[in-house]
């Protein structure tokens, strides 16, 4: 009889058992069970014929505060307290108390040998914190999980002749985790969101399995070398689509996502993903392989994309990411952490198409802590070869944008359509978008007949400065609350009569009308147009009510000038138009503008010798009504003398009447 009774070494037992008959097991187990530190042991080692091997050792172990290592599947505990017996093979450790990475574990653990194996079971119940796991994950979820929640394991150890195995299962209901992530992926501490996992493997490696509420899945293999996956492969959707090939991966299989709430997470995963400091510490998870996602319908703040397609992978140290989907094809780089250059986006083509807005009421909208994000965006450099928006076509458009925390700079924004080029910048801030620049047209009448905005302006070219702002972000426009000014000057071209059967309903200054007009009281002066040398003016903008003042336009057969309002929440228009006649020392231009054509052509044709006529000095009409429907009302007339041309009064008589006659028919008609 042995008796032993001393403080001794954890390290050291897997030395003492080595020498006994029981070295086959017990050694296996130390080997894989690796205690550490000081312990309090009492050994009785009984030696005789009598016991199998020769010898018979029983005891018991206080583990004063130990750490422990199970090599497989590689934890370290610290802090273990507990008394373990053993008798012979039978190994017993009841409601013993340890912790890994900080968190509480409470262990029972029974081994025996069974034929030629021996079996070790352990059993943890661990208090995990959400905030522990994820600073030991690369900060992956930092923001988006918290709480504590009891998770069950249930290790079995195996040592068989062909070698050492072991198996995990855990589980739990995750009760007390709370989650902040988007839409189903929320939770409260309250509910329940089961969790199931499987890790099983041997002294090589490990493999792992797991889900959550059938939401994410996990799997990875875990290197006991290096404490460290040597793959991971996360999984949000409803299909586990097992092992990834290499390093880590994220795989997202959903039928329909929002991106604005996901964007701080992408930004989490890209951060995680770029090049890390030569002095910091790799983390648990391997370096980023791909991220792939694939959404039937992805939604980007109301404009959506179908069939979505995207993989984010490492280029050269930099992140490129390919973007496909029925709207889109695109090529996105973004530069490392080190790295001051932008994202470069270039696009082959888009296609944006709005979701139609369910009836919202007039005071609900986006507040500026809703539109947050649009000030953290990160400097951007945007090309896009063929854009168009719903059906209005773009051609050619770059930006480039920055947030820096606090507001979004818009620093360059064009639009090339070749015969168009809009140029602007600007930035949004608190709620508030600020925007001005230019736009230059080749021919702004077929410019806002392809944008559908009616007009009757023909073959002039316009450039047009303006300086808006409104309470919204930069894609969407607030008629409600847009302030600001608009100028333009356009050269050369006609007004003309719109013959599309007022389809459209937009015409901010509803000339139509009053060519329409015009051309029933002056056949022979319009019946090819209102033909003009220039047009120029300004409007001012406040509350999405549009202000003119002092709009002319210099007209081949008269002058115009407008004054007025277009209300553009209501559509309603209230403009006063003033039309004034340019009477030339042409004879059909005058009869043309005379006062009473008819009268007057009969007083000439009566006296031949005729000196001057009155004609009419100015034309005044109201406008009003909808921009769909508008009202045209005249208002008044005012006239004036002029001297008939010397040469008018000098022709002779057979020759005059014929063509005062003609005249006259012509003003008849």
């Given at each position: 009889v042995v008796s032993i009774d001393k403080q001794a070494e954890l390290e050291k037992m897997h030395d003492f058992f080595v020498a006994t008959p029981l070295a086959n097991p017990l050694a296996d187990i130390f080997n894989i069970v690796q205690g550490q530190g000081l312990a309090s042991a009492n050994i009785e080692l009984l030696i005789g014929s009598q016991f199998e091997g020769g010898a018979s050792v029983s005891g018991t172990v206080n583990l004063l505060d130990s750490p422990l290592y199970i090599s497989a599947p590689g934890i370290s505990l610290e802090h273990l307290k507990g008394e373990l017996s053993f008798n012979n093979q039978q190994i017993n450790l009841t409601n013993?108390?340890?912790t890994w990475l900080g968190?509480?574990?409470?262990?029972?653990?029974?081994?025996?040998?069974n034929a030629e194996d021996y079996r070790a079971d352990i059993n943890i119940n661990a208090q995990l914190d959400a905030q522990t796991l994820i600073s030991h994950g690369q900060g992956i979820l930092d923001g988006y999980l918290s709480g504590q929640s009891d998770v069950d394991i249930a290790l079995a150890l195996n040592f068989t002749e062909q070698g050492f195995n072991y198996r995990a299962e855990v589980e739990s209901p995750l009760i007390g985790l709370n989650s902040s992530l988007p839409g189903v992926y929320a939770k409260s501490s309250e509910q329940a969101w089961p969790l199931s996992a499987v890790v099983q493997g041997d002294d090589i490696s490990n493999l792992i399995t797991a889900n959550v509420e059938q939401l994410f899945y996990f799997n990875a293999i875990l290197d006991n070398a290096k404490s460290q996956f040597n793959n991971a492969h996360f999984i949000i959707g409803n299909k586990d689509l097992g092992l990834n090939a290499q390093d880590l991966a994220v795989s997202i299989n959903l039928a329909q996502i929002e991106l604005l709430p996901w964007i701080d997470l992408i930004d989490q995963i890209i951060n995680v993903a770029k090049v890390q400091?030569?002095?910091?510490p790799p983390g648990v998870m391997p370096p980023l392989h791909e991220v792939v996602a694939n959404i039937d319908m992805f939604n980007v703040s109301g404009m959506q994309f179908n069939d979505f397609d995207m993989r984010l992978s490492p280029l050269n140290n930099n992140l490129q990411l390919k973007l496909n989907a029925k709207e889109l094809r695109a090529e996105v780089f973004v530069p490392s952490g080190q790295s001051s250059q932008p994202i470069r986006i270039n696009s082959d083509y888009l296609r944006l198409n709005f979701l139609e807005a369910e009836t919202e009421q007039p005071n609900e909208k986006s507040t500026p802590e809703q539109l947050a994000w649009l000030a953290n965006l990160p400097a951007i450099e945007f090309e896009c070869a063929d854009c168009k928006i719903s059906h209005y076509q773009l051609d050619k458009v770059s930006a480039s944008l920055l947030g820096d925390g606090k507001k979004l700079l818009i620093s360059e924004l064009v639009v090339d359509k070749g015969d168009h080029i809009l140029r602007t910048k600007g930035q949004w801030q608190n709620g508030l978008t600020a925007m001005s620049g230019e736009l230059k047209s080749d021919d702004i009448g077929a410019l806002f007949n392809e944008f559908d905005i009616t007009t009757t302006i023909k073959d002039s070219n316009a450039n047009l400065n303006y300086?808006?702002?409104w309470q919204a972000a930069p894609y969407n426009l607030d008629i409600a609350s847009l302030d600001g000014e608009i100028s333009w000057d356009l050269g050369e071209g006609h007004l003309t009569e719109v013959s599309d059967g007022g389809a459209r309903v937009f015409s901010l200054l509803s000339l139509d009308s009053l060519v329409r007009k015009l051309k029933l009281d002056f056949r022979d002066v319009f019946s090819k147009g209102f033909f003009y040398n220039s047009m120029k003016g300004t409007m001012q903008i406040d509350k999405g009510i549009a202000y003119t003042q002092?709009?002319?336009?210099?007209?081949?057969?008269?002058?115009?000038?407008?004054k007025g309002y277009a209300n553009l929440n209501t559509l309603e228009i209230d403009y006063d138009l003033a039309v004034a006649p340019q009477v030339t020392s042409s004879i059909p231009v005058i009869v043309a503008w005379m006062v009473n054509p008819v009268t007057g052509l009969a007083a000439l044709a009566i006296d031949k010798v005729i000196h001057s006529a009155r004609v009419i000095s100015e034309i005044n009409f109201k406008v009003t009504g909808k921009m769909n429907d508008p009202q045209v009302q005249e208002l008044d007339r005012k006239s004036r003398e002029v001297t008939l041309p010397q040469a008018a009064q000098n022709q002779p008589q057979a020759s005059s009447e014929l063509k005062l006659k003609d005249a006259e028919v012509s003003a008849a008609q």
């Open positions: 013993a108390t340890a968190m509480p574990l409470t262990i029972n653990y029974n081994s025996d040998a400091p030569e002095n910091t300086q808006l702002n002092d709009t002319k336009m210099d007209g081949v057969p008269a002058d115009l000038s407008i």
